[in-house]
């Protein structure tokens, strides 16, 4: 099918020209196919009420008739006459979200056929935040269908351009109302179950639904790396998003994935391949070889959001055989940006992790206490490091200390299972960096280890204090003592992580 005379027409979102939406709108009421913007991505967008207009959707996009369509709707009342029932989650995150990125499962009325959910008996819903398209299906007065407008398995598209890349003559009308937004697709959310699920990460994150309703899982399948899981989501089945190019994402510390990506550049270049680097504001200069290229600011993942697809599109423009990228902080919408590139690579490096080690005297106060507080701000952060404590004069095995567990159990951090460890060879050689609560530690371990000299310091050296250089010793004291101690941990973990990351 690419036989059809596609109309290109540019809109502008501020001063919408109703007639062309009118036009298009009668192209959707006749059964026709018409590309618009949405905040997240362009649709391919088709009468949902109509069979045959939806299945040309499949057939303009190649795509696999098992993975069903998202419907458009403008207004809440809508879903009376598509959806059995309306759940209390989905009303509070549809107040919340809705116009936005959030697309919700429901249990679909007979209106809604097989074609558009795939055979399922749920139908993805969502009202986008644009005005064209809310314009758009407000005069088609029905609700509209509409998958990504990319061809199946490539870059969602975030301009005009990179629809008539892909479906230019494939289908009616394309309404250009330049870039979208977001630059990711909607999050797909099952809220037919009672915690509500997400199927697929995207604009309205996990910690967006857990702040209006208390709790949101993930489908395992797309937090598990595992095969055999098979995905809620149909569309979470495929090789995605991909390129022409091969893509190989590391993951890592930002340094290890800055030398790895550098050393295989290398490689590829001396192969004769042309090598694209994805890199980041905080990065590019490091780079010497390539065609470097920076997605956007870590500091502001929104920015990596908004860039990834139209990257991924223009290195393939560049005619590069293979694309080494960096990889994003899973958390918010650092998650979207990681699904997708998963799905776009063909191969994820797992770079080693960085090692942390944090010693004091008897490893049942200080040190387990800073690493409690490390590990659990790295928790949350799904950052490459390791820690571990020891202590120099310690005993294996003992529990850490009551006050210790006592105080760090104030910051909702349990440690009542932590186990000390004396200090080895081993661990001072695995170890990257090395922090010790005080001086005579430091000084201790230096005269008989040199060979650490250059990656030891004091914990509060190593933040630049210029205060003390020993961190508070509670051993024997009462509780107000380890909370002391606890809150000047606390205070400098941040600069330490973020030390160690950059
Ligand atoms: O942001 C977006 O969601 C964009 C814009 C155009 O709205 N649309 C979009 O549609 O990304 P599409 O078709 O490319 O992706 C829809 C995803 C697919 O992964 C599909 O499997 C899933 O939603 N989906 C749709 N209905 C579903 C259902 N009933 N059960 C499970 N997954 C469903
Ligand atoms: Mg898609």
């Known amino acids: 099918m690419n036989d059809l005379k596609t109309k290109v027409v540019k809109v502008d979102p501020d001063n919408i020209d109703l007639n062309v939406l009118q036009e298009a709108a009668e192209i959707i009421n006749n059964g026709g196919l018409v590309v618009f913007p949405t905040e997240t991505v362009y649709g391919l967008g088709a009468d949902a009420l109509n069979e045959d207009a939806c299945a040309k959707v499949f057939e303009a996009k190649g795509r696999p008739q098992d993975n069903p369509l998202i419907v458009h709707i403008i207004d809440i009342n809508d879903l009376n006459t598509i959806v059995e029932e309306i759940p209390s989650n989905a009303r509070i995150l549809a107040k919340n979200f809705w116009p936005g990125p959030l697309t919700m499962l429901f249990k679909r009325k007979p209106i809604i056929k097989d074609i558009v959910t795939a055979g399922l008996d749920t139908v993805g819903i969502r009202m986008p935040k644009n005005k064209i398209a809310l314009e758009l299906i407000r005069l088609s007065k029905t609700p509209i269908a509409a998958p990504s407008a990319n061809t199946s398995g490539k870059p969602s598209p975030t301009e005009a351009s990179h629809v008539i890349e892909d479906l230019y003559g494939k289908v009616d009308m394309i309404i250009d109302g330049g870039s979208t937004s977001i630059g990711l697709e909607s999050s797909v959310v099952d809220v037919t179950v009672d915690i509500p699920m997400i199927l697929r990460p995207g604009g309205v994150t996990s910690e967006d639904i857990k702040s209006v309703l208390g709790s949101c899982d993930y489908d395992p399948a797309i937090i598990k790396n595992d095969e055999k899981i098979i995905p809620r989501s149909p569309g979470q089945k495929y090789r995605h998003y991909s390129p022409k190019a091969k893509v190989i994402t590391y993951k890592g510390s930002i340094n290890k994935m800055v030398e790895q990506i550098q050393k295989d550049c290398k490689l590829y270049l001396d192969n004769g391949s042309k090598v694209g680097i994805m890199a980041t504001d905080q990065t590019k200069n490091n780079y010497q070889q390539g065609i470097v290229s920076s997605i956007g600011d870590r500091n502001n993942p929104i920015t990596i959001a908004s860039n990834l697809f ?38 994820i490096k797992t770079l080693p992790n960085f090692n942390l080690l944090l010693i004091c005297t ?28 020891a202590g120099i004069s310690a005993i294996d095995g003992e529990s850490a200390s009551k006050y210790a567990v006592e105080a760090l159990k104030e910051i909702n951090i349990d440690i009542s299972n932590y186990k000390s460890k004396v200090i080895n060879d081993k661990m001072l050689e695995k170890a990257n960096l090395i922090l010790t609560m005080t001086e005579k530690h430091k000084h201790i371990l230096l005269r008989t280890n040199k060979e650490i000299s250059d990656k030891i310091y004091t914990f509060k050296e190593y933040v630049n204090s210029d205060v003390s250089l020993d961190i508070l010793d509670p051993y024997g004291q009462d509780l107000d003592v380890y909370r002391k101690c606890r809150d000047e941990i606390k205070e400098s973990v941040n600069n330490v992580i973020s030390k160690i990351h950059l």
Not at 324 to 343: P, V
Not at 363 to 388: F, H, M, Q, W
């Open 310 to 347: 139209r990257q991924l599109r223009n290195f393939d423009k560049l005619g590069v055989d293979v694309i080494l990228s960096e990889s994003f902080e899973e958390q918010n919408i650092g998650k979207a940006i990681m699904n997708r590139l998963g799905k776009a690579s063909s191969e």
């Open 362 to 389: 008897g490893n049942t106060c200080r040190s387990c206490i800073a690493e409690g507080i490390i590990k659990n701000v790295l928790y949350n952060k799904n950052l490459p490091i390791d820690v571990c404590s």
